[in-house]
């Protein structure tokens, strides 16, 4: 075997079932979160109905999830055998060396050196993925508990959290994505195709670019043996009992994670539309105005339309008085007519028949501090008007 055509084992076979473990599921936690958070969108709605619909989706990625999650435990154990048992270097924590490194990558690609740095086993890219991994993965698995059991996080935690949350998820959700797309994909793909996640194996043209370091320990015997049998089996039987322990007690917590609790809500057809909205499980009461000693000016002392309890009867001349101004056909949501009032806008429906207090165009006005005010007996006509179905004619 000549030199050019020589290879070094990198990885194991069982390395490479959990690497394809994790891209599994990485990929279904992006192909089926990302649809939801941007869930107008047209491409969501497509990945969204492939999947079979909101519900479909919401399980497939809770189960990537876990999938996720136990893969984690998994690594951890296996991480504590080789730094405990085989006392191997802990050769993916970050060191001043990587940040020399660093500095010498950036200036060979620009020009200004002549030599690549010799890079150890795993060099400072591939830290930088490894940590920004774990970082994502204890962000997500936070917010992802608080927003799949947001019950027992606000008894705990206040009720501002669940947005604030949903928030950071999402954005590192989008930060995750795009690192493998951007670093991930062009280093491992793009720039030359690595086979060692498939074959196990680099060539040594590969090794000497990105672990010249690690071959030249490999080529003088340098590498640290392996411990003898007696002493293996010895650190096992130490070893053995705390990780099983550690482990299954691990994997008890996110079985009792993913079973904590029902979420709160829960997702249902509109009877007009074949798009699904999400809707308070147990009914809010309607908030009531609080007395004050003053009463509070009527916006106009004009009588509200009569007519059937209809759109065309008497329920579109109010929307139009009162609304059209602002919400008319110039984008957004528009109540100058029956079906876009029906459609809704970028917030989603405005109006859910049969459902006042769900209705956003009713929590909206009610108060009087929204710039379309609406008086007692509109707002009470209208209040009507969708408790009865929102009935056009």
């Known amino acids: 075997m000549s030199e050019q055509t020589k290879t070094y084992q990198r990885f194991n076979i069982a390395q490479r079932i959990e690497h394809f473990v994790l891209i599994l599921s990485f990929t279904l936690l992006a192909l089926t979160g990302l649809p939801q958070k941007f869930f107008f969108s047209d491409i969501s709605q497509a990945i969204i109905a492939a999947f079979g619909g909101i519900e479909s989706i919401r399980i497939v990625h809770r189960v990537a999830a876990t999938v996720f999650c136990l893969q984690a435990i998994y690594h951890l154990v296996v991480m504590g055998y080789k730094l405990y048992v085989l006392r191997v270097e802990p050769s993916m924590l970050p060191g ?30 591939e830290k930088m993925e490894y940590w920004a991994m774990v970082w994502g993965l204890v962000i997500m698995a936070l917010t992802g508990f608080m927003l799949w059991n947001p019950i027992a996080t606000s008894r705990v935690l206040p009720g501002v959290v669940i947005p604030a949350a949903k928030a950071a998820h999402g954005a590192e959700a989008i930060l995750a994505v795009l690192a493998i797309i951007l670093w991930h994909f062009y280093n491992v793909h793009i720039k030359h195709w690595n086979w060692s996640m498939i074959k196990g194996t680099l060539s040594r043209e590969e090794m000497e670019e990105e672990h010249a370091l690690e071959l030249e320990q490999i080529e003088r015997g340098a590498l640290p043996p392996r411990p003898a049998p007696e002493v293996i089996r010895k650190r096992m039987r130490i070893y053995v009992p705390i990780a099983s322990v550690v482990g299954l007690a691990l994997t008890a917590g996110v079985i009792y994670f993913i079973t904590f609790e029902q979420t709160s809500i829960t997702t249902i057809p509109r009877p007009e539309e074949a798009s699904q909205v999400i809707v308070l499980r147990s009914p ?53 007519n029956y079906a876009d009032a029906m459609r809704g806008g970028k917030s989603g429906a405005a109006i859910l028949p049969g459902d006042a207090q769900g209705s956003l165009l009713v929590q909206t006005v009610q108060g009087g501090k929204h710039p379309g005010k609406f008086t007692d007996d509109e707002l009470q006509k209208v209040i009507e008007w969708i408790q009865s179905g929102a009935p056009e004619k």
């Open 96 to 125: 001043i060396k990587d940040a020399q490194d660093a500095i010498q990558w950036f200036l060979f690609n620009i020009g200004l050196r002549k030599e690549r740095p010799k890079m150890p086993r795993y060099n400072f890219m």
């Open 284 to 336: 809010t009461p309607l908030p009531t105005v609080l007395p004050t000693e003053t009463p509070q000016p009527q916006p106009t002392t004009e009588a509200a339309p009569t007519g059937a309890l209809t759109w065309e009867g008497s329920i579109g001349k109010i929307m139009v008085a009162r609304c059209g101004s602002c919400h008319g056909s110039l984008g957004g949501l528009n109540l100058k």
